[in-house]
């Protein structure tokens, strides 16, 4: 059964930086690639961007460029989210996301979430 | 592109029949998909390319349309088909309607 496995819940101050993970446990040798998609409390779901593990080519949407950073190692199929600072509004819900047997942009399976919390 | 998700909420009984619409802002072709959120979970794809079934999803599960509307209909409602409902599109872009909460009373 494929599985993305998330890192879990964090609790950080504003300024402070983070780097969540999700992992790929299906046992395929293809690199897929993967989406992040917030999700504030009580809101809907945003598309964040996604990266090629393989290439490390990405996009971002841009409601989210220069405020988070996507990377991945192939070598443990593991992508990663990463802030630098964090502000009190990027308390929410992150999921990560593949693509599903047709193409990238149809999400199954996505990871069980990372709840983050920023608050002073 | 704009996904306008309606009703909000819709409540009905079970073994009723729920349709849930999604209009797009301009065409999306038929590149729309559907899932479910059930509270504390993940979402999971119900719908792709606007009418494809995704694995393991029952055939009470339907999708229709093409352009700008959309129908997920759910025939036969049991109680554990109680969830948020979102549709995507990714003809321009990303993004997601903003979802509409089915409840089975």
């Known amino acids: 059964e494929v599985q993305l496995v998330q890192s879990g819940a964090e609790v950080k101050k504003p300024g402070e930086s983070l780097r969540i993970s999700c992992k790929d446990s299906g046992d395929s040798s293809v690199i897929y690639w993967i989406s992040w998609v917030r999700q504030m409390p009580g809101k809907g779901l945003e598309w964040m961007g996604r990266i090629d593990p393989s290439s490390s080519y990405i996009n971002y949407n841009p409601s989210f460029e220069g405020h988070v950073t996507f990377s991945a190692d192939t070598s443990i199929r593991t992508a990663y989210l990463q802030w630098s600072s964090l502000k009190a509004s990027d308390t929410a819900m992150y999921y990560c996301?593949?693509?599903?047997?047709?193409?990238?942009?149809?999400?199954?399976?996505w990871g069980q979430g990372t709840l983050v919390t920023v608050s002073s | 592109i704009v996904l306008t998700q309606s009703p909000a909420t819709l409540s009905l009984s079970p073994g009723g029949r729920a349709t849930l619409s999604c209009r797009a802002s301009q065409s999306v072709s038929y590149l729309l998909a559907w899932y479910q959120q059930k509270p504390g979970q993940a979402p999971r794809l119900l719908i792709y390319d606007a009418s494809n079934r995704a694995t393991g999803i029952p055939a009470r599960f339907s999708g229709s349309g093409s352009g700008t509307d959309f129908t997920l209909t759910i025939s036969s409602l049991e109680p554990e088909d109680s969830a948020v409902y979102y549709c995507?599109?990714?003809?321009?872009?990303?993004?997601f309607g903003g979802g509409t909460k089915v409840e089975i009373k």
């Open positions: 996301a593949r693509g599903n047997n047709t193409n990238w942009f149809w999400f199954d399976p």
């Open positions: 995507q599109q990714r003809s321009n872009w990303l993004t």
